[in-house]
């Protein structure tokens, strides 16, 4: 699934799909419960999993990089449950992301990078890597927007 059509809600456990857009708000569905709702721009606000990464000391990684690496690293690097010791959350994330900046990512951001992780696991969502003729098709419909 992409990134793009998944969001997390400030206030609201867990992820939502985004199921349709209305000019106050989302419509959106539960991964915990599968139930669609409404839910305001007014009282909440939205995150957009593409938008989301994690920082590092030269820049950032993007978030579906971060749980590919996590996927692929699974089997030789077992994934600690969320509400592990903050030295044990800190161990998982130097050996999956090295270069992550330890002063700007925190033992609770590295909490929520698991429980999503997990969530997403469940439900089949962790995204393939992009092959070189998605990425282009991505770069070029980004010019499109960007000369519009």
Do not use: C
């Not at 989302?26 to 989301?52: E, W």
């Not at 089949?124 to 992009?130: D, F």
């Not at 990425?135 to 960007?146: F, H, M, R, V």
């Amino acid at each position: 699934m992409d990134f793009s059509k998944i969001v997390a809600i400030n206030g609201k456990p867990g992820l939502f799909e985004v199921v349709a857009q209305r000019n106050n708000g989302l419509i959106v569905r539960s991964f915990l419960d599968k139930r669609s709702t409404f839910v305001s721009i007014n009282t909440h606000a939205f995150s957009l999993l593409d938008s989301v990464a994690i920082y590092t000391y030269e820049d950032s990684e993007p978030l579906d990089n971060v749980m590919r690496k996590m996927r692929d690293q699974e089997s030789t690097t077992p994934i600690p449950p969320p509400n592990s010791d903050k030295q044990v959350l800190r161990d998982y994330l130097d050996v999956i992301l090295p270069e992550h900046d330890e002063t700007r990512v925190y033992a609770s951001d590295i909490k929520k990078l698991i429980k999503w992780f997990l969530l997403l696991q469940e439900h089949n969502a962790i995204p393939e890597e992009k092959t070189a003729e998605e990425l282009a098709a991505a770069a070029e419909e980004a010019a499109k927007k960007a000369s519009e």
